[in-house]
């Protein structure tokens, strides 16, 4: 999904930067504030996201018109980590994947931040969140967030991550539209990447599954009563190790 140099019209470049730069202020801002506030950023999980989305990108699949797809990753990096984080995380990926691997251009860079990094992660998170809600609500749960079961959540984060897959497809086709492309190739993008989407839905939606899950285990262990090394032993006999 990255769009490479020479593509698109200067003037949608240089609207889509703007954007792109808006987006990525505005979620430094709002990790920074998060912090202040008490809610530390998840650098170390940020970290891992990065690198897991950096290897999904490069798993790229030929579409129509000379276009490839591939995994997107910004809904599940939101649901681990934040929205603002998100963005952060995605941006940074793709300017290093820009410099160092070649995949997608310098000058469509806020193409591809706007399309992958913002619009892939925030659709998709919203999506995630609108889910979550309307399903805590129905079951008049009084949290805010509702807790939800594992199931409830992984459905929610595979439905926001078909959404985000389809929106960026959207998002591209409509900047192809744009600069110039001819319509026939920007609508063929679309229920290409919206079956591709449904990948997407498998892998984010498997994944906030296990993870839930092992936390909640995790969470069982450390709250059960430990289990002692060694029984006191009466008068003259051998402790017992159990």
């Given amino acids: 999904m990255h769009i ?35 809610r530390a950023p998840r650098w ?33 990096l939101a649901v681990a980590v934040g929205p603002a984080l998100a963005v952060l995380t995605m941006a940074g990926v793709l300017v290093l994947e820009a410099v160092l691997l070649g995949d997608g251009g310098m000058a469509a860079l806020g193409v591809n931040v706007l399309v992958m990094g913002v619009v892939g992660v925030l659709v998709g998170y919203g999506v995630y969140r609108g889910v979550v809600l309307v399903v805590g609500r129905l079951r008049g749960s009084p949290d805010v967030p509702p807790d939800v079961s594992p199931g409830v959540a992984a459905v929610a984060a595979a439905a926001g991550a078909w959404v985000s897959v389809t929106a960026s497809a959207l998002t591209l086709a409509t900047a192809e539209a744009a600069g110039g492309a001819a319509v026939s190739v920007a609508q063929a993008l679309l229920p290409q990447h919206a079956a591709w989407g449904l990948l997407e839905a498998i892998v984010t939606g498997g994944a906030v599954a296990v993870a839930l899950a092992w936390g909640g285990q995790v969470a069982r262990l450390r709250e059960s009563p430990r289990t002692p090394h060694a029984v006191q032993a009466r008068d003259g006999e051998v402790p017992a190790v159990v």
């Fill in 4 to 38: 490479p140099d020479g593509v698109l019209d200067p003037g949608v470049l240089a609207v889509a930067g703007a954007a792109s730069v808006g987006a990525v202020a505005w979620s430094a801002v709002a990790v920074r504030r998060g912090a202040v506030r008490g």
């Fill in 44 to 76: 170390g999980l940020a970290a891992a996201g990065a690198g897991a989305v950096a290897v999904a990108h490069m798993a790229d699949v030929p579409l129509y018109g000379g276009h490839t797809a591939h995994l997107i990753g910004g809904t599940l």
